[in-house]
């Protein structure tokens, strides 16, 4: 099922089962998908089911960052808020890989591109986003390339 689909048909359960907190955290993935979408028209560019777990990757980012202010600064509650949020949107996210399967990517990426030194790095972070969009944190991902590559 497309990610649009799966939103439309998420947002319909959540208004007949009730749960507040899903159906706003799915209005919230809907409407920063439509600003995407008007943002992207004026260049032309179509978006795709990558960008969309771009775009979901960036807003678990965010509230991570929030959650850990929110915490920092003792209010619980919206602590709470953002792991609800965290939680609905990672349910969209395809299952993110462990450590040893990362490395193995990034191996076989590195491999694959024929990567020799740091000035590659572009090109094995460009072959880790398009094999694996969605799986890992490239923010991650591209640190171990840049030790990888410098040795």
Do not use: C, N
């Not at 771009?54 to 003792?74: F, N, T, W």
């Not at 965290?86 to 462990?98: H, K």
């Not at 694959?112 to 944190?137: E, F, N, R, W, Y």
């Amino acid at each position: 099922m497309a990610l649009r689909d799966e939103f439309s048909s998420s947002l319909k359960d959540a208004m007949r089962a009730g749960d507040k907190m899903r159906l706003s955290t799915i209005r919230l993935i809907t409407s920063s998908l439509k600003d995407r979408e008007i943002e992207a028209r004026g260049t032309g560019k179509e978006i795709g089911e990558d960008d969309i777990l771009a775009l979901l990757q960036k807003m678990v980012k965010q509230r991570q960052e929030s959650l850990k202010i929110y915490e920092d600064a003792g209010r619980m509650d919206l602590a709470e808020q953002e792991r609800g949020e965290i939680a609905v949107i990672t349910g969209f996210l395809p299952q993110q890989m462990d450590e040893a399967a990362v490395a193995a990517a990034i191996d076989a990426a590195i491999a694959s591109t024929g990567a020799a030194g740091i000035k590659d790095m572009g090109k094995v972070v460009a072959a880790l986003k398009q094999a694996h969009a969605g799986q890992m944190d490239f923010g991650k991902a591209s640190a171990i390339v840049k030790t990888k590559l410098s040795a």
